[in-house]
């Protein structure tokens, strides 16, 4: 155990002096401020009724956190890619790997600890952008907790792949292969939403199966349930819209994604087990 | 082929030494005491078994055979060498005596079990060709890490005698980020002593060292084997070897082709060259007894010449009525020695 956390610890230590979690912070703060001042406009605007204000405003939270939730997938996919294969390349391993520890010590001390700088700065982006919605334009999304908690769920599954895909591939192919998976995963979601929309069951089909095979665009849409107000669920205001979600994901789902999460993480363990350093 | 056999050196399948015939002292010549063949696999980590014991080790990679039945065995307390050229092995041997990767064939033994267990592991330090450490912690982090991972229990004190005996002590606070190639080879020297290992590996240790750093690892090396440790010594630099090795095995393409003492693998070659002036072409021809004699320019040399002969053969020269203008008693380096053998291949 002792031996995990050495991992976990030096995990975390490498995200903070490469200055990492800073540079995503600074990115990420000065686009909250550039939220601020695009909410206070809208909130001020008048050339709309109070009613449109109520309505846009949650439309474009929404709309920030998609563009935050892009930047916690890149952020995880980007941390993820160099954690096995880099260190491979580099021989910064090899010693670590001549230690009496198990590889897969080594793997989950990275994951936990990739997973909890993710976590730490989901959370206060997450906080920094509710507060400076509700302060600038009064609006307080119904479930602040719960659309954090599926963001962050999102990027732990895209963390997950990037360290599947980092135990047989290099940094920059994990990369863009996380990134782009992340995509055709959204992408799919569109479709189906198009499916819904005119009435194509095959189209629909496909975001049911994609929401499956990789996670992210399912507990994305719980991620917007939980930033809308229930009057446009229950209006389905908006119904049409790929930023529009009916109702949070089942429990049998929030279940297959943890089984998924585990599995990936056995996969990889397998794979860098087999994998000759 | 089971390793419950494994202290039969001389068994079927058992590593070929060419110019060291099977039986003769120098093919038996593995220091401190192996069981017989008959022996009861001693325990893991007695300190009966010895530091490593490989036996028809083979590493296939697709196509390519890196490593093809390697059998030898490194006593406890000796610095054992391990020679050969560029390829010929070396690496993937200490790879999967690591256990970074697995053998295609064949078993291997460190410190009483199997290559790679953990248990093993604990007890080894390893050096590797390639240092590489996380260069954005500084050399003491780096080693509080090590020591972390070893689980000591006095971890500020073993990683500043590490420190101070690869004398990295003054930079201990510095990032490694900012250390020469030379300081990081210490460090990675100072990684593979922290824990005081029964068995440490050196993977061409001074390949990035000046002459005084040179110095500095064989006095490190031989204050190892003094307090008792074994050392795995893997260079391709022999006269590096030559001064601090108790016993070498000299490995090509993948297959150990000769294993002994350097005395055994040396000793016994030695030569004289002459320069004499004042008799006849073709003297030497009458005194073929004494060895065999060659022209190499204005010199002869007469191979298989003690240097003890060296007054005999003056004073023969000297009463057929020649002078002696110069004579060179000559030992077989280990690089003669070592191109002897690839050239024999």
């Known amino acids: 155990m002792s031996q995990t956390l050495a991992i976990v610890a030096l995990t975390v230590q490498e995200a903070l002096r490469r200055k990492l979690v800073a540079a995503f912070m600074g990115v990420s703060v000065a686009l909250v401020v550039l939220s601020a001042w695009g909410f206070d406009r809208l909130s001020h605007s008048r050339s709309l009724s109070s009613g449109e204000v109520g309505a846009a405003v949650p439309q474009a939270l929404v709309l920030f956190m998609f563009m935050f939730s892009f930047v916690v997938a890149l952020s995880a996919s980007t941390i993820a890619s160099p954690a096995i294969s880099a260190e491979i390349e580099s021989g910064v391993l090899q010693s670590v790997a001549t230690r009496p520890l198990h ?23 997450c906080a920094l952008e509710f507060v400076v919605v509700d302060v600038v334009s009064g609006y307080t999304p119904p479930d602040p907790a ?92 908006g119904h049409l819209s790929p930023f529009y979600a009916s109702g949070p994901p089942g429990w049998a789902y929030l279940v297959w994604c943890g089984v998924w999460v585990l599995a990936a993480l056995t996969a990889s363990l397998v794979a860098f087990q087999r994998r000759e350093l | 082929m089971s390793l419950g056999s494994w202290a039969d050196p001389g068994a079927p399948g058992a590593e070929a030494v060419p110019g060291i015939a099977p039986g003769s002292p120098a093919a038996q ?56 050229p560029n390829g010929a092995g070396k690496t993937t041997t200490v790879k999967l005596l690591l256990g970074l990767a697995r053998p295609t064939g064949g078993e291997a033994m460190v410190l009483g079990a199997p290559a790679g267990h953990v248990e093993s592991r604990r007890r080894v330090g390893y050096l590797p060709e390639l240092f590489r450490f996380q260069h954005w912690l500084t050399a003491r982090e780096v080693l509080t890490l090590h020591a972390r991972l070893l689980q000591l229990p006095r971890r500020d004190r073993a990683t500043a005698d590490a420190l101070a ?127 065999a004699w060659s022209v190499e320019g204005e010199w002869l ?11 005999e053969l003056v004073a023969m020269v000297v009463g057929r009525g020649g002078r002696v203008d110069a004579v060179v008693p000559e030992h077989q380096t280990l690089e003669d020695r070592f191109l002897e053998l690839l050239g024999a291949r």
């Not at chain 2, 325990?43 to 080790?57: D, K, Y």
């Open chain 1, 103 to 125: 590889r897969a010590q080594i793997l989950l001390g990275k994951w936990l600890g990739l997973g909890g700088v993710l976590t730490a700065y989901a959370a206060a982006v």
């Open chain 2, 165 to 291: 005996t690869v004398g990295l002590a003054g930079r201990a606070d510095t990032k490694v980020g900012t250390f020469s190639k030379g300081m990081q080879q210490r460090l990675g020297l100072a990684v593979a002593l922290v824990g005081d290992p029964e068995l440490v590996v050196l993977d061409e240790p001074t390949s990035a060292l000046d002459p005084v750093g040179r110095h500095e690892v064989r006095a490190i090396v031989r204050s190892l084997r003094d307090r008792g440790a074994t050392v795995f010594l893997n260079t391709h630099l022999l006269e590096e070897a030559e001064q601090v090795c108790d016993r070498v095995t000299v490995i090509d393409r993948g297959k150990a082709i000769a294993t002994g003492t350097l005395e055994e693998l040396l000793g016994q070659r030695t030569s004289v060259r002459l320069r004499v002036r004042g008799l006849p072409d073709g003297w030497w021809r009458a005194h073929a007894d004494l060895g």
């Open chain 2, 301 to 311: 040399r007469l191979a298989g010449a003690p240097p003890e002969s060296v007054p």
């Open chain 2, 29 to 84: 010549a593995a220091p401190g005491p192996l069981p017989p063949p008959d022996a009861a696999r001693p325990p893991p980590g007695s300190a009966r078994s010895p530091a490593v014991h490989t036996l028809e080790l083979a590493k296939s990679y697709r196509r390519t055979v890196a490593l093809r039945g390697l059998s030898m065995t490194v006593a406890r307390g000796e610095v054992f060498g391990f020679l050969g």
């Open chain 1, 146 to 237: 719960g659309a954090f908690g599926y963001l962050l769920a999102e990027g732990l599954v895209l963390l997950t792949v990037g360290m599947l895909l980092s135990t047989r591939l290099s940094a920059l192919a994990t990369g863009v292969v996380a990134v782009a998976l992340f995509g055709a995963a959204w992408l799919a979601g569109v479709v189906g939403t198009l499916g819904a929309d005119f009435h194509v069951p095959a189209l629909r089909q496909v975001d049911s199966v994609a929401r499956y095979i990789l996670p992210t665009d399912g507990l994305w849409h719980g991620t917007i349930y939980a930033l809308e107000p229930r009057t446009i669920v229950a209006n389905a205001i």
